[in-house]
């Protein structure tokens, strides 16, 4: 009798273990998915007139819980879009020209209950920046709409390039973690919930379209 109650008993815990053990294999897809955002480009164009050139792009995301939260805890976020300009050389890698920056300093405003949006556009985080523009929304969908659109940005002068060398652009989009406060970037650092990036390589006809 005590055999078979022993017997009936270690099966029991293992089928349990068993059930726990797939639950978890079924979970964890969906946690990841969760907790991990997608960032996409859906529209991606570079104009090239007779004094610059210009970049738009309509980018795609959703804004993690974990940056959300921090967001209204009143941490304000940076995005930053980054465009090399590449010179294409056959016998070795592509050279690097020029880059350029542009800045989205998103904060949340408790008081007003607003949300504010400075936007610095320029030759990089060091050097001078041009445009300079603040915005408020009312609404935070409203301020990420301002972030995902890109609208011709001058990204170099068309005279500091060569019409018989071929260049391409690097664009690339993501959140600026080294921004944080110092307690938030050694908590989100490596996290996927706070990876929002994406880049492309497309080329550059220097043929003007105006």
């Not at 949340?108 to 030759?123: F, K």
């Not at 060569?162 to 690339?172: H, I, L, P, S």
């Not at 973690?177 to 929002?196: M, N």
């Amino acid at each position: 009798m005590m055999d078979s109650f022993t017997r009936c008993y270690k099966s029991t815990l293992f089928n349990l273990a068993r059930l726990w053990v797939l639950g978890f294999a079924l979970l964890l897809p969906l946690a990841a998915a969760y907790g991990q955002s997608v960032t996409e480009i859906t529209q991606f164009r570079l104009e090239r007139t007779d004094d610059e050139v210009l970049l738009s792009s309509q980018l795609q995301f959703e804004l993690p819980g974990a940056v959300e939260d921090a967001l209204l805890k009143g941490i304000p976020m940076v995005f930053v879009a980054e465009a090399d300009i590449l010179r294409e050389r056959w016998y070795w890698y592509d050279k690097k020209v020029a880059t350029t920056q542009r800045h989205m300093r998103l904060a949340y405003q408790p008081l007003t209950r607003r949300w504010r949006l400075n936007i610095n556009a320029g030759s990089g985080a060091t050097g001078p920046l041009g445009l300079a523009l603040n915005q408020g929304h009312d609404t935070l969908a409203q301020a990420l709409s301002a972030i995902k659109r890109i609208s011709q940005w001058k990204i170099i002068e068309a005279g500091e390039l060569d019409n018989a060398v071929k260049y391409k652009v690097e664009f690339r989009f993501r959140l600026d973690l080294s921004q944080l406060p110092r307690p938030f970037q050694i908590g989100a650092i490596g996290q996927s919930e706070w990876d929002i990036f994406v880049s492309t390589v497309s080329p550059l006809n220097l043929e003007s379209t105006k």
